[in-house]
């Protein structure tokens, strides 16, 4: 197929991405959950699972196999970008007003996840479809209690700014908890594509080369963003030259953390955490935010949907794998932040609207499993699994927060609190 035919195939495909996304995004809000959620199932929907099903003609022609790669490409700018903005809301505070507490609830939601992990390896090491026949015991452990024990740490935010628990003790220890779980689980993470070729030297490069990254990016480029934030006009404007400075530098880190054997999603993080909060920070937002979260990320969900096989769960040999690993996810994390948050001294539905909220994984996971799936890590049975946990965690989230934390009156948020991602 030739490049002007495949820039046809992604015109129309960008169009029925978007339309989707958005329409079952706004049946996901009637229903109560976030739109993001129903941006998730509609990736699933225009694959295999559904419109494959249903109209196999027409999926095939919509998403030839040769046009996938251009989509591929665009869904990962957009997640890059996406964890950038991610990285632009790091409050450094946050992690100081509940440091205790919130690391007892955050090794809680790591130690289990990842004694689960360990302990189901060796049989699922051996389950055809679900590791890559290279992956190491050692691995597939790391792997899957780092799928098992990633938070939706945006998600997360968004839920407690709604609900008006920005700045409270419930609102502040559930970010910090789920920021440093997400922390541990992208280190494992690196540490599993560093080491996944079996070359001690890609590994080391790849974590000495990811040390030296944010030595570099905290001690001189923050400050040189520092100056660049700054020389902002007062009008509330963005100069091009400054909208133009910062994509560059984006590109370079993603470009960066790709060549050391990481992955792009990380440059990006590091790279808005290390932006000055404040007028840089907020009018970066709003120029990004709109093509990121309405033209990008469905392109991501859409790639990850075009990967997922419900039919898993129909194979006998799978169907028992796939409910240990749900099993494991959904209450592996969620008794373990329960019982830290009470051992911790957390009020009773404090401690279980902590658990329930760490619970949920959406974008961040899809995220991990498909770095996973691209690295082959893993194989497409498991990619499948971990999209349905994803979701189905994410789904439970919303409603069982709300359900516990019924009566409890809303509080102000925060005045310094940003709106959070979708």
């Known amino acids: 197929m030739s490049t002007p035919q495949l820039s046809v195939y992604f015109f129309l495909q960008a169009a029925v991405i978007i339309l989707v996304c958005r329409w079952v995004g706004r049946l996901a809000q009637k229903l109560g959950q976030p739109q993001v959620v129903g941006e998730m199932i509609a990736g699933v929907t225009l694959g295999p699972s559904l419109l494959g099903l249903l109209w196999p003609q027409g999926q095939a022609m919509l998403f030839p196999r040769e046009s996938l790669d251009m989509l591929y490409v665009g869904g990962q700018v957009g997640v890059g970008l996406y964890m950038f903005l991610v990285g632009t809301e790091f409050r450094a505070d946050q992690f100081r007003a509940r440091y205790r507490s919130a690391m007892a609830v955050s090794w809680a939601g790591i130690a ?10 060796p049989w699922l090491q051996d389950v055809p479809g679900l590791f890559s026949e290279k992956t190491r015991f050692f691995e597939v452990a790391l792997f899957l209690g780092a799928a098992i024990a990633i938070t939706a740490f945006p998600m997360l935010a968004r839920i407690i700014q709604e609900r008006g628990l920005a700045g409270t003790s419930l609102g502040t220890l559930a970010l910090t908890a789920g920021a440093m779980d997400d922390a541990a689980a992208w280190c494992i993470l690196a540490v ?8 001690w030297g890609q590994a080391w490069l790849a974590i000495g080369g990811g040390l030296a990254y944010l030595l570099v990016m905290f001690l001189f480029v923050r400050r040189w963003l520092a100056r660049l934030g700054d020389q902002l006009p007062e009008d509330g404007s963005l100069p091009a030259s400054t909208l133009s400075t910062i994509l560059a530098l984006f590109f370079l880190c993603a470009w960066a953390m790709d060549a050391i054997g990481i992955h792009a999603v990380f440059g990006g993080f590091i790279l808005g955490a290390c932006l000055p909060r404040g007028a ?12 990121v979260v309405v033209f990008l990320l469905p392109l991501f969900f859409t790639y990850s949907g075009l ?7 129909l194979d006998p040999a799978m169907l028992l ?3 240990a690993i749900l099993l494991a996810s959904f209450g592996g ?3 373990a932040c329960w019982a830290a948050a009470r ?3 957390e009020p009773p539905r404090d401690a279980m609207a902590i658990g329930a909220l760490m619970n949920a994984r959406g974008l961040m996971e899809l995220i991990l499993i498909n770095i996973g799936l691209q690295a082959k890590v893993i194989e497409p049975g498991l990619f499948s699994i971990l999209v349905i946990m994803a979701i189905l965690t994410t789904l439970m989230a919303t409603p069982l927060f709300n359900f516990i934390m019924r009566g409890r009156p809303l509080v102000a948020a925060a005045p310094d609190g940003q709106a959070p991602m979708p």
């Open 280 to 291: 840089l920070s907020e009018r970066l937002r709003e120029r990004l935010q709109p093509l």
């Open 343 to 345: 051992l911790a001294g």
């Open 112 to 121: 289990a996840p990842f004694l689960l992990a360990f302990a189901l390896a």
């Open 307 to 313: 990967k997922t096989q419900l039919s898993v769960f």
């Open 333 to 335: 994390k969620a008794v």
């Open 192 to 199: 599993v594509l560093a080491s996944f070729g079996g070359s």
């Open 321 to 323: 794998p796939a409910i």
